[in-house]
């Protein structure tokens, strides 16, 4: 059976890392990272004559959207080719949308794969952490502003999902045990 696999969580989880981790054990997958649209989207704040902050509303109006249906569309290309397409990207708007998740599923029916939702459990003080670890642009305002961008996050799992699989990864030790049980569960037909 085929399967689609949306990494979820807020930023500075651990996404990005455990997707990779998780794209080199599984076999017969694509791996998809909607941070690769980054480009695009900072040319149309360039374009758009707009300061470069991916928490405005300019940002949510015009650009948010558009990169997920743009990452869901390659991913549905890709299950033409492979069994396992496993998108890193946060979702977290759309993982809690009941319409929004049956919609998928019902798409993914079609191309006869299954939904598989995975959460990265990790405390906030870790992901703030990160965060300044990484140094990157597209957190600038985030760490400038924590507090208010913090009341913007949900960092609970969703509970609206039947095909959730949560992954913690706020030490060493979860993240060794929860990549073990994940890759099981994933592989599982």
Known sequence: ????????SPPACGKTFISKQLSQNLEHV?????????????????VANEPYNRSSDFFQKNI??????????????ALDYDDLVLINAPF??????????????????????????LWIDT??????????ER?????TWKLN????????????????LDNLLIFHNSSD?????????VVAKLEEK
């Open 1 to 8: 059976m085929k399967k689609l696999i949306l990494v979820t």
């Open 30 to 46: 694509v791996y998809l990272d909607k941070d690769t649209l980054i480009p695009l989207s900072k040319q149309i704040f360039v």
């Open 64 to 77: 948010r959207d558009f990169e997920y249906e743009t990452i869901l569309a390659l991913a549905f290309e």
């Open 92 to 117: 977290t708007e759309e993982i809690r949308d009941l319409d929004y998740i049956a919609d998928l599923e019902e798409k993914l029916t079609e191309k006869n794969a299954k939904l598989a939702v």
């Open 123 to 132: 405390k906030v003080e870790v992901c703030k952490e990160r965060m300044i």
């Open 135 to 139: 140094n990157s642009d597209r957190d």
């Open 145 to 160: 502003n924590w507090d208010e961008y913090i009341k913007g996050c949900n960092f609970e799992a969703p509970t609206n």
């Open 173 to 181: 030790d979860e993240y060794e045990t929860s990549m073990k049980e």
